[in-house]
């Protein structure tokens, strides 16, 4: 799926060239996709482009989901609390 996304296998060594039927550049993600299936086809694999498809479609959100942030949505904010509570019988309220 690397190959497919970046145009380099992941253990490409550094300066490698991109093949050009994998160049994101050059190619759009239906070609590459239907490049890698026939290049799983031709080691024998029966595999079609829908199928490469679909596994990169499940690989992507492992690879390019954001960090996870704290949810601030839900933080004990005392100033805002403090500012709308409701007086108590012992303060001087006019």
């Excluded at 490469?52 to 100033?79: I, L, M």
Aim: proline share 11%; glycine share 4%; aromatic share 2%.
């Amino acid at each position: 799926m690397v190959e497919l996304l970046t145009g380099l296998p992941p253990d490409a060594p550094a300066g490698a060239r991109v093949k050009s039927e994998c160049d994101p550049a050059c190619r759009s993600l239906a070609e590459r996709e239907r490049a890698k299936a026939a290049e799983l086809a031709a080691l024998g694999e029966e595999v079609t482009a829908r199928t490469v498809k679909r596994k990169r479609q499940q690989y992507e959100p492992q690879v390019t989901a954001p960090t996870r942030r704290p949810d601030h949505s839900r933080r004990d904010n005392r100033a805002a609390i403090s500012t709308h509570r409701a007086p108590s019988v012992s303060d001087p309220s006019p």
